[in-house]
């Protein structure tokens, strides 16, 4: 159990428009998901914590206009990255923490975004 | 200031060469230590979690230990495929605080 998922794995769009990543949860229920981006060879970096039914919580120096994220319900969120620019590409990771006691995050397989 | 900080950032070893990858923490009020591996391109796979000082968990060649200052990941015996970025990641009461990663290299 514990799977989680991401859609698209890939993606490439021109500069100026905006890209929608899914992130789900298939196996279990997510209170809480969590939204990473990660630079080729460096650790994974939290740009926000996404509550089931609540607005998202950014970590300073995300852009919460830029990044828009939706938890719609318990096995849903997703990313939107608006007005996309050529720095905004990256890879970017989901993870679910599933409803309960134990802490553990479920990754997704995440989302190469190509902005050109 | 870090507050997860792995060694060795590189490491490589001959295939059946043991060897262990450490994690030192700093987090006050630890709820977990949770360790990951992650394959090029794709997204952290769970392997442990340890909750509390002496407790040891194990799956296939990887042990992992936890004191209450650091973790440890031990690879006995390792073979090519357990080449990965191994990370590892600490909970306190707020917020999740990851390590930049030991990339095992194991040859053949």
């Known amino acids: 159990g514990a799977v989680v998922s991401q859609h698209p794995s890939r993606v490439i769009c021109k500069s100026g428009t905006s890209v929608k990543i899914e992130c789900r949860s298939l196996?279990?229920?997510?209170?809480?998901m969590f939204w990473y981006r990660q630079f080729p060879k460096q650790s994974l970096m939290l740009m926000a914590t996404?509550?089931?039914?609540?607005?998202?919580?950014?970590e300073q120096g995300v852009e919460k206009d830029k990044f828009l994220i939706n938890h719609a319900s318990l096995t849903l969120s997703t990313l939107t990255v608006t007005s996309a620019h050529p720095e905004d590409s990256s890879f970017y990771i989901c993870?679910?923490?599933?409803?309960?006691?134990?802490?553990?995050?479920?990754f997704g397989p995440g989302t190469r975004l190509t902005v050109t | 200031e870090d507050q997860v900080t792995q060694s060795p950032e590189a490491l490589r070893l001959q295939e059946g060469e043991s060897s262990s990858l450490n994690c030192s923490y700093t987090?006050?009020?630890?709820?977990?230590l949770f360790w990951y591996r992650q394959d090029p391109g794709k997204g952290p796979e769970f392997l442990f979690t340890?909750?509390?000082a002496g407790e040891e968990k194990e799956k296939e060649r990887l042990k992992a230990t936890l004191t209450k200052k650091e973790s440890f990941l031990h690879i006995t015996a390792p073979k090519p495929e357990d080449s990965a970025t191994y990370l590892c990641?600490?909970?306190?009461?707020?917020?999740?605080?990851f390590g930049s990663g030991t990339k095992l290299n194991v040859k053949p």
């Open positions: 993870s679910a923490h599933r409803s309960g006691l134990s802490y553990e995050q479920y």
């Open positions: 196996d279990f229920q997510a209170t809480t």
């Open positions: 996404s509550n089931e039914g609540s607005k998202a919580t950014y």
């Open positions: 987090v006050s009020g630890l709820r977990g």
């Open positions: 340890l909750y509390s």
């Open positions: 990641a600490v909970k306190d009461f707020n917020k999740f605080y």
